[in-house]
């Protein structure tokens, strides 16, 4: 028909010229939701070249940090944003009537490019590369920074991984973590902090232009509600009790190793929980675990002294998901990604999964060691990868997690499977003889889990919380350290090793910050995770609330094809459906619920209520 054949030469109008057709004319015999099919099909190409050439050259600057690949990256991201301004430019001065498309699926396309498009457009050509060049500048100071040895002063090229992360993780020398926390935040924050001011207000500009009041409400949009923020302070409001005793508890075993660092406000000190950001506090496992003589399920000794290798761990991750029956990875996954921290250039070591646009070019980028520790950060980024694959036949525009939260929590899902001490022990990283059903080696394994899980909440709360105040103009420059620290000690109960000031960015030397990547979805992840976790527990026939035989935390989903198919359908459906649809589908529940973690806790959180009234130690600090 004649539409047709015009419609495909407008089509060929987009290949050459970032354009889509302006000359289709609408007749009888044209169907306006198929001819908007059409040109979301082209769309869809178009974009997928255009984001692989994006990606690539971000993935060669993260692999291999020199001005070329910089400058490359710089040219390639312009580019990407110059076709998705132009092509929302000509699709919606074609489509002005979108809203009225009978299919809900289209609408939801059109939506979701609206934001893309008018994003991208926000800045002049010329802003838009000072943006661009600021965040450049601001990751590049976060990932090639460098910190002087505490023995000698003059040797300053210590890195932050694997360096500065090691000292924190295995010191107990309190002066000698004093100084790698201070040397870190000063050689990061401090030299990122000039630069955060322009980037808010360009990241305010491009929010508001693209209709939403500030950079904070454009991050949210994704969870697609009003309600997001109390939603979450809800969430945390229930688990903080929780929080609050087991920070109690590890208070009082600080005490007797750092004495006089413990003061009676009941604020820990943040250089003595052994991570760089006192995010998480499994490091220091060893000081607080609550029955010694029991096993540990560290099992990093063992890995070494069977050979583990970083391609081994990525192997044994692959296993695990493919014993579900879902999809192993590609040939491309096994030739492209970054398994280990090259010796021979500068490279952006936080882990990271890669998803290259084109449905078959998927990766990870991480400087993996040997440890339990990164076994479980090889699952969290195999599990990004796992979602990738399972969503890759959807429009590029779908091809996102239902929510962020959604992306973080997958692999961290079948982690609660595969650090459980039944699945150390099936795999052979337990000796055969390890009791793992008793009540002590559950406390051990349970508190375990909380110094990374529990320990993390309210950290990954405050991040958001404290930027959605910096760029709703809650907060100006003049208190982005302050307001910092204030959040710290509300939310987690903790403060500086030292008095720190304004000249100070300490949030600048986490490396979100810097990177722009918003952090709620860390939050949302931890608590969605133990949603899913029961959900497919339950399809394994692994745990029964009413069987205590069957707890939560001691589930193992290991080739189970029941549970692999439910966590399957879900994920497939990517962004294409609002998230508590997806949720339903994988939960039977339309809300995050926190109920799942504090069944999964039950046993720690009843030990410790106990164990802190026998140390007369009172939940809690003074701010």
């Known amino acids: 028909m004649e539409w047709r054949l015009v419609a495909i030469i407008g089509l060929c109008l987009l290949a050459s010229a970032f354009a889509l057709p302006s000359v289709i004319s609408i007749s009888e015999e044209n169907d306006y939701e198929t001819q908007a099919r059409l040109i979301l099909d082209e769309y869809n190409r178009q974009s997928s070249e255009t984001c692989f050439k994006s990606s690539s050259a971000n993935w060669n600057y993260a692999v291999n940090i020199n001005d070329d690949t910089e400058k490359v ?183 007797e190793t750092y004495k006089d660092q413990i003061t009676e406000d009941g604020l820990i000190p943040a250089h003595l929980l052994g991570n760089m950001w006192a995010q998480s506090w499994e490091n220091i496992y060893p000081l607080v675990v609550p029955f010694p003589k029991k096993a540990s399920i560290d099992v990093t000794e063992q890995m070494k002294q069977q050979g583990y290798t970083p391609l081994k761990m990525f192997q044994k991750s692959d296993e695990f998901f493919t014993s579900l029956g879902l999809i192993p990875m590609p040939a491309e996954f096994w030739k492209e990604s970054l398994l280990e921290k090259p010796k021979d250039r500068e490279v952006v070591c936080h882990a990271s999964a890669w998803d290259f646009c084109n449905g078959k070019d998927f990766r990870i980028k991480q400087c993996t060691v040997v440890s339990t520790e990164d076994l479980i950060t090889v699952h969290h980024e195999m599990g990004h990868v796992q979602y990738y694959l399972q969503y890759k036949d959807q429009p590029l525009v779908f091809r996102r997690g239902a929510n962020p939260g959604f992306h973080e929590a997958v692999g961290d899902t079948l982690a609660l499977s595969v650090t459980t001490p039944k699945h150390l022990k099936e795999i052979g990283l337990l000796d055969e003889s390890t009791p793992i059903d008793d009540y002590e080696t559950s406390i051990n394994f349970l508190l375990s889990m909380a110094l990374e899980k529990i320990a993390f909440l309210p950290f990954g709360y405050l991040i958001d919380k404290y930027r959605w105040d910096i760029f709703d103009g809650t907060v100006d420059e003049s208190q982005y350290n302050t307001h910092w620290w204030k959040l710290r000690k509300e939310y987690q109960g903790l403060k500086p090793p030292s008095a720190r000031s304004e000249e100070h960015f300490d949030a600048g030397a986490k490396y979100h910050v810097p990177a722009d990547v918003e952090y709620l979805r860390y939050f949302v992840s931890r608590v969605i995770q133990f949603q899913f976790h029961r959900s497919l527990c339950q399809e394994a026939g692994q745990y029964d609330a009413q069987d205590p035989l069957k707890p939560l935390h001691n589930c193992d989903i290991y080739r189970s094809k029941a549970a692999g198919a439910k966590l399957a359908a879900g994920l497939a459906m990517g962004s294409s459906r609002p998230w508590p649809e997806v949720m339903k589908v994988m939960t039977g529940q339309e809300k995050m619920d926190a109920s799942a973690i504090r069944e999964y806790f039950k046993p720690l959180e009843d030990w410790l209520a106990l164990e802190n009234a026998k140390l007369v130690q009172t939940p809690g600090w003074r701010l």
């Open 73 to 255: 990256k710089l040219r390639e991201s312009l580019e990407y944003s110059k076709f998705q301004k132009e092509s929302w430019k000509n699709i919606s001065s074609q489509f002005k009537t979108r809203d009225s498309f009978e299919d809900p699926v289209l609408n939801r396309m059109f939506q979701k490019i609206s934001i893309i498009g008018k994003s991208a457009s926000a800045l002049s050509e010329e802003k838009l590369k000072e943006f661009q060049q600021l965040k450049n500048t601001m990751s590049k100071i976060y990932s090639t920074a460098k910190i002087c040895a505490y023995e000698d002063r003059t040797r300053c090229n210590l890195s932050l991984d694997p360096d500065a992360m090691q000292i924190m993780k295995e010191s107990r020398d309190e002066k000698l973590l004093r100084h790698a926390w201070l040397e870190w935040h000063d050689k990061s924050g401090v030299e990122i902090r000039k630069y955060y001011k322009p980037y808010v207000e360009f990241s305010n500009e491009v929010a508001r232009i693209s209709n939403f009041s500030d950079a904070g409400s454009f991050w949210l949009r994704e969870y697609e509600s009003d309600t997001i923020k109390e939603d979450i302070e809800e969430l945390w409001q229930t688990l903080k009790p929780f929080y609050q005793q087991m920070h109690a508890y590890v208070r009082a075993k600080l005490r």
